[in-house]
């Protein structure tokens, strides 16, 4: 083991010790978890950035290749705040439901209906709920089955139903369905499936689209029914629906993540633009991101637009989209700021440093939240134009 892996080692396992410890109830859960993400964050590794600080150096591992970057945020002059810029994509929300209970949003099911499920540290989400965000109220669109056993993943809503999926810890994979206007849920649709499970899930028509870790992109029924590959996503991803692509997150060094995607309904294809030298590429359904010996770039999937990736240095989803977030230092404070990969238009927060949680909209998510002054802010990012 080398020094640096050493000092790596020490300080990752040094902040695990500091953690706060989870309750005893939920040890089962956390296993679980571990081993069903445990091949989805091995692919991860190998292409996002994993951020260290050893002895006020910060280093980005990029294909496992050390890098130097800065510890300290660039200073610049801050732009115009989020209100003023995109003001129409804007939500400003109490932090909790009417209950009292804390929320997590998860995407906007019409234009003022929130899909949410509360948020607890001590226990599971019991529910999920349609937050009516002009009118301030709640309803319960169906429980939480104890079968999935583990928090609710890929929540999403569309055809007048909600979808999400597990795995309950026996190696088969489900997925479950309810009425948005109300109801019970039920599975739809069993499936072997690894520890990496499903890595994308959208609604086309009156069908669920999703692909798993390893590679297929698959259909079955909104309301249950045979699952069913789609024609040629056997090795393929779901990146946008119509759109797949390949290789997904596990895709061998050198190779560009989602280089290769294809709409599957009109068959066009689209192959990402290289050039020698590129690293560590990423691509998503507009924007390219990657690095070179100058540092990190950005560029749209032809080529075009070709500029300093503002958010290199900040720890990225694993497919670059449209936005990303930045801390940036100026007029005597740091603070985060949304930038617009595709028009170079940004804008402020309003929020110091962050955990980014809420900040890093990945694949299809197209909602952002974070707290300011107590409040719960949400920013519609299909409101940019």
């Given at each position: 083991m080398s020094q640096l892996?050493?000092?790596?080692?020490?300080?990752?396992a040094g902040a695990a010790g500091q953690a706060p410890q989870a309750p005893a109830?939920?040890?089962?859960t956390v296993e679980a978890r571990y081993r069903r993400r445990r091949n989805r964050t091995r692919a991860m590794l190998a292409t996002a950035a994993v951020v260290a600080v050893l002895g006020g150096t910060a280093f980005a591992l990029k294909d496992g290749t050390p890098r130097a970057m800065p510890a300290a945020p660039?200073?610049?002059t801050l732009p115009p705040a989020i209100e003023k810029v995109?003001?129409?994509a804007i939500h400003d929300l109490p932090a909790t439901l009417p209950d009292g209970r804390a929320f997590r949003?998860?995407?906007f099911i019409d234009d003022r209906t929130l899909l949410v499920t509360p948020e607890d540290r001590t226990k599971l989400p019991d529910a999920v709920y349609a937050y009516d965000v002009r009118a301030g109220d709640a309803r319960k669109i169906t429980d939480l089955p104890k079968e999935t056993a583990l928090f609710p993943e890929g929540l999403v809503a569309g055809g007048g139903r909600v979808m999400w999926w597990t795995v309950p810890g026996n190696g088969r994979g489900q997925l479950w369905s309810a009425p948005l206007s109300g109801g019970p849920a039920r599975v739809v649709a069993g499936l072997p499936m690894d520890d990496g499970g499903v890595d994308a899930m959208a609604v086309a028509g009156d069908r669920i689209?999703?692909?798993?870790?390893?590679?297929?992109v698959f259909t079955v029924p909104l309301r249950g029914g045979t699952v069913k590959p789609v024609k040629g996503g056997a090795d393929s991803h779901l990146l946008a629906w119509p759109w797949i692509?390949?290789?997904?997150?596990?895709?061998?060094?050198?190779?560009p993540m989602f280089g290769t995607i294809r709409n599957v309904q009109t068959g066009e294809t689209d192959t990402a633009f290289t050039r020698p030298g590129d690293e560590s590429i990423r691509c998503g359904l507009e924007v390219c991101a990657g690095w070179t010996v100058r540092g990190g770039f950005t560029r749209l999937r032809d080529g075009s637009q070709e500029r300093p990736d503002p958010?290199?240095?900040?720890?990225?989803?694993?497919?670059?989209?449209?936005?990303?977030?930045?801390?940036?230092?100026g007029s005597g404070q740091a603070l985060e700021v949304l930038r617009d990969r595709r028009t170079g238009r940004s804008a402020v927060l309003g929020i110091a440093r962050s955990s980014m949680l809420g900040l890093v909209p990945n694949m299809g998510q197209r909602l952002m939240h974070y707290t300011v002054q107590g409040r719960m802010r949400l920013v519609d990012l299909t409101k940019i134009p």
């Open positions: 892996e050493e000092a790596l080692r020490r300080t990752l109830t939920l040890t089962g660039p200073t610049a995109w003001p129409q949003p998860y995407q689209v999703f692909s798993v870790q390893e590679g297929g692509g390949r290789p997904g997150m596990a895709s061998a060094k050198g190779e958010c290199a240095d900040r720890p990225q989803t694993v497919t670059p989209g449209r936005f990303c977030a930045e801390l940036v230092k």
